[in-house]
């Protein structure tokens, strides 16, 4: 039995963080398709952790694209680090900020996605109004959380699991609207979204 979770995960290891990143990787696909994502593009990768999704992405956009990994750990995106060393990737830049403060100084993102982070956050619906607030109108958003009705066999526990309908709620009051809903699997779904957009119902 491992140590019991807590929300700021340092009951793992950042090499046991990516292991579960690995796991998860037949979720990519869906959140990638619904952020149309372009070759050379520049895609926000909000509480990128240990970075398996941002080497992803970077794959997507290519060499002339850019993938911006945010997290607020330092030991997080110094392990994305080594892996971009030995990869020889440079299309992803690491920034350590607090995402319900950041403020990307004049970059301008295509699109951005929060996944497996906001159970995490201390501040979850200021870190949505921030992204509101730095992303362009219209611009696409993935967010992928733990389904709280779900067997709980991976991830975090049901009680800190946050309804599909909270999450909607939380979007929309930061000013995005929902364009579409996945349950990706028993225990993962995932929102799209676009800023600023009409709402639909789910
Ligand atoms: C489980 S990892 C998720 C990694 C990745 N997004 C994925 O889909 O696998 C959660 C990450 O969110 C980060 N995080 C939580 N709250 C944050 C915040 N307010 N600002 C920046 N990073 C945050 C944590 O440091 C952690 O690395």
Known sequence: MGEPYRKDLSHLTWDEVFAR???RADLVGDWTEALQIQRGACVLDIGAGPGYVSLELAELVGPDGLVCAVDRSAEALAYLATLQRERAV???????????TWDPEGMRADAALVTM???HADEPLKLLA????????GAPLVLGEFHPDAPCEVGPPQTVRIAPEELQAWSEAAGFAVTGYKRQTPEHYMLALRNGSPAMAI
């Open 117 to 119: 982070v906001l159970h």
């Open 21 to 23: 990143q690995a796991l």
């Open 90 to 100: 440079t299309q992803i830049r690491r920034v350590v900020a607090d995402a319900t």
């Open 130 to 137: 921030n992204l509101a607030r730095l992303l362009p109108k």
